[in-house]
T-cell receptor, first 114, second 110 residues
């Protein structure tokens, strides 16, 4: 158990819909990362937050948005869903600097868009 | 773009030592090198991390030459359960912008 919790584990929805994925980082971790992994593909970095502020942005579509709340949990919002958005979405958390550089991953949220 | 380049796939046999090399020509002074293992439908899991020279833990060794432009993950005596995708990741001291490369798919055969 990595200590990172993602909900829901599975989600099935239709094209054009909007969903929200939630991530609770490990206790004390200030950084949260979101990744997308399509079938048999690598991990695509979407976005990183550090203590509520956006720290880095990757290949995140304009239809997607994220935020990190004061209690450090994060949400990834996916809107106007398309078939190609079907993927595993992973959240990871870490401390920073000398306090630790390891990324701890959740079990992922599997999104299926029909 | 990812900062790293790895072989797409490798095959090995049980009991052999496996070495996976990662190129990171543009590594910065503050960057660390970390390797992760991922099984299907699971999140990646930390294996080992290093800055320079050699690091060893209970599951692997990491060799980093003086110029730090590459690194080699060494898995001693692999078993079937080591079949997975292995990612090399270069990140700064504050873990910013952590982009994974394509990874190396290791297949261990009996």
């Amino acid at each position: 158990d990595s200590g990172v919790t993602q909900t829901p584990k599975h989600l099935i929805t239709a094209t054009g819909q909007r969903v929200t994925l939630r991530c609770s980082p490990r206790s004390g971790d200030l950084s949260v990362y979101w990744y997308q992994q399509s079938l048999d593909q690598g991990l695509q970095f979407l976005i990183q937050y550090y203590n509520g502020e956006e720290r880095a942005k990757g290949n995140i579509l304009e239809r997607f948005s994220a935020q990190q709340f004061p209690d450090l949990h994060s949400e990834l919002n996916l809107s106007s869903l398309e078939l190609g958005d079907s993927a595993l979405y992973f959240c990871a958390s870490s401390e920073s600097g000398s306090r630790g550089r390891e990324l701890f991953f959740g079990e992922g949220s599997r999104l299926t868009v029909l | 773009l990812a900062k790293t380049t790895q072989p797409i796939s490798m095959d090995s046999y049980e009991g052999q030592e496996v070495n996976i090399t990662c190129s990171h020509n543009n590594i910065a002074t503050n960057d660390y090198i970390t390797w992760y293992q991922q099984f299907p439908s699971q999140g990646p899991r930390f294996i080992i991390q290093g800055y320079k020279t050699k690091v060893t833990n209970e599951v692997a060794s990491l060799f980093i030459p003086a110029d730090r432009k590459s690194s080699t993950l060494s898995l001693p005596r692999v078993s079937l359960s080591d079949t997975a995708v292995y990612y090399c990741l270069v990140g700064d001291d504050n873990n910013n912008d952590m982009r994974f490369g394509a990874g190396t798919r290791l297949t261990v055969k009996p």
